[in-house]
Each structure stands twice: as C-alpha cells, then as structure tokens.
C-alpha cells in the first residue's frame, strides 16, 4: 500500500521514540497547527462504535456485551475491520479524511499514534483519567505525541519464540536457543526424528504487509544494527543491518524457513505451528491461548527471540484506544475507553486471550505467572522491545521497508542493494 494514495497531507518531521521534534502537521482536511492545540469537549451521549481488526479470540465481543448490558442507552456496536494492519489503516484514514463519524473508537496499532495525533484525526485525552503510574512506560509513551496523551493504552506486545518442548527434548536440547545459530543447529537435531517428518524449522510474518516491517526490524535490531539512529535519522545501509537482513535472506534459501512463509501473516504461522509444520514459530502471545487448545498442547513453550549474537531484540506492538476527532457522543466514548482500558478488563484480555496486559503488576502477580508461564518472557520482551518508526509519515515508511525487504526475500534484490535503496527511500520521507 502506498500512503500517498490515502492522505492528501504531507507532512515534514520524523518523530523517532528517542523524542525528535515535530513539525506542526495539519488535518487532511485544511486544519492548520497540531493537534496539540485541540480543546476537546467530551460531551455528548448516545450509541458509539468501536473499530478493530477482526477479533480471532471471541473475547472482545464478550467485554462489549458487558458494557451493553451496564449502558442500554449508550450501546457500543463493533465495527470488524480486515485482520491486516495495513488495510485496518487505511480504512480508518479514509474515515477520517472524509471526516465521517462512522467510527467512534478506533483501535490503532502503537505506532500509529503520531501519524492520527498530528493529522488531528484523533483527540487528545485527559491525561490524569487514566491509571498511567500503574502501566509499563514503553506502552504509556506508544499512547503519546508531542508530550501529551493521544490514546489510551489498551494491549501491548512483544514478539516471542514457540517451540516444541516435547521435540527438542527427545532430540537431547534441554534449552531453547538464544542465537540464531544455535536454532538452526537445534532444528538440524530435531528434524532427524522419525516425529519431525516433514516439518520445517522456522516461520515468523513474511507477507508484504506490517508484519513484514516488524519482522524485518527484529532481525536488524537483534544483529546490532538500527532502521533510525538515536537522532531519527535514517542509518540502516548498515553491515549491522546486513548481517539481520542476510538471517533471513539465508533461512529462505537454505530452507530454515519455508517457502511457504513468505505468504505468512500471524495467522498463517499460527495454524502451522500448531497443526505441526513448524519447531520454532515467532509470534504474538495471543498464539498462546490458542496453542493450549489445538493438537500442540501441552507440547510447546515460550522462550526470548534468538537474535546474532544472543537474545534478540523485538519489535514494540500493541494496540492504543484512540477517540476519532469527527464521532459524536464524546462522553460516552470516554467513559467507554477507560472501561475498556481498566484493569478488570485487562486482566479478562490476558486471561481469555492471552493479550499482553499495559498494567505492570499483572506481570508480578505469582497466581497468574503459574497460569501464564510465558508472562516473565514476556515482560522482558516488551521492557526490551525496540519501537518501529514512530513517524508522521508511517504509511510511507512502512511501505518502503516492506518494498526493500520483500525484494532481498523473494531474491529480486540482493540484501546489499535493498538496504541501500531503503535508506534512500527513508532518507526522501525524512526530507519531505
């Protein structure tokens, strides 16, 4: 998806996590200024709707009919979008370009913040109506632009590694691997077993699409190497960054990763791992709680993303609860946000669909560790996660990444040439 083709608005600056300084940006409606200068009035009541990816646990409807029931009057309708990030974007931008009040709350990806924030496509919200202080700040700081609170923590996600316990156990393997090297090794083990007949050793999201960008970042991030430099600028013609690119570049050609695995969206490798096809799997934790109930259960665990040299590094994701400039009904979609985004909710999520909780004591808690094991891992992986670009332009950003690393997978480009022309193509949206 070009970005160019869904907003008429360009803007100038780059914000990276490390705080660059934007520049103002306008709505795509001729607003002028940020959105920082919004002076919302959360009034209003009445029916509201909610906007998501297509919900694969069930959960989410669950929680909606709860509020229902509390609020007849003030009733939430959920609006399912396509399962893709980039097509769940674009049509929440195009809502907001044509400035329709379709869309209430919009559940945005965490990098997204920026880009709906400085379009004023979303509202900034009342900063002390929301426990902040009780939540992880990588997650708070996904929620924020310019300082101030734009969305409502709502998930947060780090990536993480499946495996086969019950392979690699029978294979001698007593622990998971921290290195990509040692994985490949492992699956060399494994794959001799009359039980590992067929298989294959490893799969993440390869598809031309957001999971691709997030993929991609984990195997430069996880090898030394940055997509921006601590200042925002673009620094990823790097050998650091080659060498995580050339991992996957490598693991397709020499069959460590499946064919198959370039069509690969969470989903796709989700069904893989757990009708058998795969050792190894790089996925969400919401794969978890599915996992326990389909033919791998009680045969897999969770482990830190392998990475060149040791424990790899992922790519911070979750989902913030943004409330669309153009909706009516502003004060029930406020009360709805932080129902939705309270503790009780969060602990309903985790529990029902193995979503990473915003709130820290949910991962301390020792009742739930012993139920959830894979919490521990996945605090460290969200603690330690590094932020794709948090830009205004993230659509072109994106895009460009997906481009250049989709061309060195499928072996239209080699990795040396995708990353040169990747940095040119980062360096033109840091310019415009």
Not at 111 to 138: C, G, N, R
Not at 193 to 200: I, T
Not at 288 to 309: C, M, R, T
């Amino acid at each position: 998806m070009n970005a160019r083709t869904t907003r008429a608005l360009q803007c100038s600056a780059v914000l990276v996590a490390a705080g660059l300084t934007l520049t103002a940006c306008g709505s795509s409606g001729g607003g002028s200024s940020s959105g920082q200068s919004q002076n919302t009035s959360f009034t209003g009541r009445g029916p509201i709707t909610y906007v998501s990816g297509k919900d694969t646990t069930g959960v989410v409807q669950k929680v909606l009919d709860r509020w229902n029931k509390l609020h007849p009057k003030e009733k939430v309708t959920f609006i399912q979008l396509p399962t893709d990030a980039d097509s769940q974007r674009q049509q929440m931008i195009q809502n907001a370009e044509t400035k329709s009040d379709t869309y209430t709350i919009l559940s945005l990806d965490a990098v997204w913040t920026s880009e709906f924030a400085a379009h004023q496509w979303i509202d900034k919200l009342p900063e002390k109506q929301f426990p902040l202080d009780k939540m992880l700040k990588p997650v708070v700081e996904t929620a924020k632009y310019r300082g101030s609170l734009y969305a409502a923590p709502y998930i947060s996600n780090g990536g993480v590694l499946y495996y086969r316990t019950d392979l690699l156990k029978k294979a001698g393997i007593s622990a998971p691997p921290a290195t990509w090297a040692q994985m490949k090794a492992d699956c060399a083990k494994v794959e001799k077993l009359p039980e590992a007949k067929g298989m294959s050793c490893y799969a993440g999201q390869f598809q031309k699409y957001e999971g691709l960008t997030v993929n991609f970042g984990e195997a430069v991030n996880s090898s030394g190497g940055v997509i921006t430099d601590a200042n925002g600028k673009p620094d990823v013609n790097t050998p650091a960054a080659k060498k995580g690119l050339d991992f996957l570049v490598d693991s397709f050609k020499d069959g460590t990763i499946p064919k198959e695995a370039i069509t690969y969206q969470e989903e796709d490798g989700r069904q893989a791992f757990q009708s058998g096809k795969l050792i190894f799997h790089r996925n969400w934790p919401y794969v978890y709680a599915l996992a326990q109930k389909s033919k791998v259960a009680g045969k897999f665990a969770v482990a830190p993303l392998p990475g060149l040299n040791g424990v790899g590094a992922s790519s911070l994701g979750g989902s913030n609860l943004g409330l669309s400039s153009f909706a009516k009904n502003k004060a029930t979609a406020l009360d709805f946000m932080k129902f939705f985004t309270d503790e009780e909710n969060s602990t309903t999520f985790l529990k029902d669909a193995a979503f990473a909780p915003p709130y820290t004591d949910l991962y301390d808690d020792k009742t739930l560790a012993a139920q959830y094991p894979y919490l521990r891992v996945l605090k460290q992986s969200i603690l330690h996660a590094v932020p794709r670009p948090r830009v205004v332009q993230y659509g072109d950003v994106t895009s460009a990444i997906q481009q250049e690393a989709y061309a060195a997978l499928t072996g239209s480009k080699t990795s040396a040439q995708a990353l040169k022309d990747l940095q040119q193509e980062l360096q033109k949206s840091a310019a415009q």
